[in-house]
């Protein structure tokens, strides 16, 4: 009977990415090994996983692990597995295709990295890890095995394009992936992995924390001994050991001291799915009414995901050792999203699912723990004499940490301790909230800040003008998620929050403030005729008009009461699509000192009915609405009077 043999193509992203595989990448290519192991690995905890919903499968005395086997004549690397195994199915699913989303920007990053260790090191983070066996094999064929299925499937590819299917037989569920090696490099001993030796270095490098033995059987010959053991001259025995070649002990069972930077490293990449080294960890031992233990990480770049709505996300949670799921969000709130890592429980039932951990009355109490102990070590980072750490931390992951503010009340003020901001002070530098308080001018009671686009946006608007005059701090606060944060954050150590761009402002010491007061209010009152006309002429966008005490270079800007959202937010929610507010008024405020202003106030001190009043103070309100970075109410309107008040002074 002749084998029926299907031949698949890959798909085309597939075949691209083969290709890279293939020809571009020459160094660190061991890597291979810790992909297949890692693979192996995770099959073995879906098998141990499906154990607890149908014992049946489970075979008594079956042990669980990894298994290497080498050839040297034949030049062939076989892992076996005995998990979870793949229905033919799954073959196609999963070999032959690239579900991952980011495998298009995974290749093109892959054309445009600088160097082969940069190539290489981008393919664990993307999770094709299958794929870079064809680095070190020219054919590669695996023969796999569902659990609770009696047939097998062949899979077998030389990575030009296609691939070939057939029916086959395995013992036992699982899978068995061979690699027919290419010559080694007679100039590099790395690069030969019939070596038994090197596959010994390559796991202990990579894999020794895998939860599963990866085994392997030495063949060697020793002197043969007689019955006094003594060596007999000439003769030697035949000997195969099996050896397991990792330590398997989790890192999280560890104590910190025995925790090196490397395995952490490798653990990290392997969790996080990421190439990059993580930026610092946190192991948790947590004993007493709830047992615990937790190897958390903080990542050196920001995910790739971390601002996508609907990403996966969470921690891998354990019990007992024993994986249950790998990504449970239950475990840390969503804005420390940014934290992987592993939680290992041993009170959890072993069966727990989605639903029932959601009702769980210890997960709470696990997650209200873990954000503490990572707000805390966030703050032992910032606080320390050398603050790199954190300052990469923020650069990287700090605007995820500011939905904390709105999110997490009970860590309101600790979450506000560990934000920093740009500000008028040092464009170079950050400031906390702290050393913004430290160095309040004499007299000042609010922490002063202005939001906006960019710092360019924001540095530019007329509203700071007073606080340049005075040497008073603004923070400028530009991200999007600022406007949310600032609802919910109205003080912070007793000092209110209080935006450049509303309510009034008063500067200086009680004594100058008190004058200035006088001062405006006597003037107000002065030209109150004025700013009536002006405010009935622009009664549709404009609810109160008054004297400014925050200008001192610009004739006019416009300004919100205390609870009025800012223009930015109003930008921002007119931007997102579906939600309009509604239109609010603002309060227009002149610059007495302009000499507009006070041109304006002779005309109207000549003729209270002159029209062109009311026009200027159109164009005043244009041009405030422009110095804000808004959207005028109407261009052409604006236009047409400015192109007028032109033609005038031209012709004057
Ligand atoms: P990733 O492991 O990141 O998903 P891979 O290309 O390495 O990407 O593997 C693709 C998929 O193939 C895996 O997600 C898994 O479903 C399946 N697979 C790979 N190796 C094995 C194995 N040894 N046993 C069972 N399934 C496997």
């Known amino acids: ?283 948790l031992k947590v004993e007493g009414m709830l047992e615990y233990q937790a190897l958390l990480f903080l990542p050196s770049e920001p995910p790739h995901d971390l601002y996508y709505y609907g990403a996966e996300r969470g921690l891998q949670l354990y019990v007992r050792r024993v994986l249950i799921m790998d990504r449970c969000e239950e475990l840390l709130p969503s804005y420390l999203r940014f934290v992987r890592g592993v939680v290992d429980s041993s009170d959890l039932p072993l069966n727990v699912s989605r639903e029932l951990l959601q009702q769980d009355r210890h997960i709470p109490q696990i997650r209200k723990y873990l954000s503490r102990k990572l707000l805390d070590k966030l703050k032992e980072m910032k606080e320390a004499e050398d603050n790199a750490d954190y300052l990469k931390f923020w650069k990287a992951c700090g605007r995820a940490l500011k939905e904390g503010i709105a999110e997490d009340f009970d860590n309101r003020e600790r979450i506000a301790d560990l934000l920093l901001f740009q500000s008028s002070a040092d464009p170079e530098k ?43 701090e603004v923070l400028y606060l530009t991200d999007a998620i600022d406007e949310i944060m600032l609802q919910h954050l109205e003080e912070y150590k007793e000092k209110k929050l209080k935006s450049v761009g509303k309510g009034e402002i008063d500067l200086g010491t009680e004594e100058e403030k008190e004058k200035a007061e006088k001062e405006r209010k006597e003037k107000q009152k002065e030209v109150a005729p004025l700013l009536e006309k002006i405010q009935e002429k622009l009664s549709d966008y404009v609810k109160e008009v008054r004297l400014s005490s925050r200008l001192t270079d610009s004739p006019v800007c416009l300004v919100g009461n205390e609870q009025d959202y800012s223009a930015h937010f109003e930008r921002l929610l007119n931007q997102s699509q579906g939600a309009k507010l509604p239109k609010q008024k603002r309060v227009m405020e002149l610059n007495p000192q302009h000499s507009i202003f006070q041109q304006l106030e002779k005309r109207f001190q000549a003729n209270s009915e002159d029209d062109s009043v009311g026009e200027y103070a159109e164009v005043l309100l244009g041009y405030a609405l422009l110095a804000e970075g808004s959207a005028l109410h109407d261009p052409h309107r604006f236009n047409q009077l400015v192109a007028n008040m032109l033609e005038r002074s031209l012709t004057a």
């Open 1 to 283: 009977m002749t084998q029926h043999v299907e031949t698949h193509s890959f798909q085309a992203e597939t075949q691209q990415l083969l290709h890279l595989m293939i020809h571009s990448l020459y160094t660190n290519k061991e890597i291979f090994l810790r992909e297949l192991i890692s693979n192996a690995s995770d099959a073995l905890d879906k098998l141990r996983f499906e154990y607890l919903t149908h014992p049946e499968l489970k075979k008594d005395g079956e042990a669980l692990e990894i298994r290497l086997e080498l050839d040297k004549e034949a030049r062939t690397l076989t892992i076996h597995d005995n998990g979870i195994g793949m229905s033919k199915e799954e073959v196609i699913k999963n070999i032959g295709t690239i579900a991952h989303s980011g495998t298009k920007e995974l290749i093109t990053k892959l054309k445009a990295s600088e160097n082969q260790e940069m190539s290489a090191s981008l393919i664990g983070q993307f999770g094709v890890g299958f794929y870079s066996s064809f680095m070190v094999a020219d054919k590669v064929s695996l023969v796999t095995r569902r659990a609770g299925e009696e047939g097998a499937t062949r899979w077998t590819s030389t990575g030009d394009g296609t691939y070939e299917l057939s029916d086959a037989a395995r013992g036992t569920h699982g899978t068995s992936i061979t690699l027919h090696l290419k010559d080694a490099d007679p100039e590099n001993k790395l690069d030969d992995y019939t070596e038994l030796w090197q596959l010994k270095r390559i796991v202990k490098r990579y894999s020794d924390f895998v939860n599963f033995p990866i085994r392997t059987r030495e063949e060697r010959e020793e002197p043969k001994l007689d019955e006094e053991g003594n060596e007999i001259e000439g003769q030697v025995e035949h000997v195969i050991e099996d050896l397991t070649l990792n330590s398997m002990k989790p890192l999280w069972t560890r104590q910190e001291s025995d925790l090196k930077e490397e395995e952490l490293s490798d653990f990290y990449k392997h969790v996080a799915h990421d190439w990059r080294p993580p930026l610092t960890h946190l192991l």
């Open 430 to 472: 950050l400031v906390s909230l702290r050393e913004y308080i430290e160095r309040m001018k004499e007299g000042q009671e609010a922490i002063y800040y202005l939001t906006g686009e960019s710092r360019e946006v924001v540095e530019k608007s007329p509203h700071l003008e007073a606080f340049k005059a005075k040497e008073v």
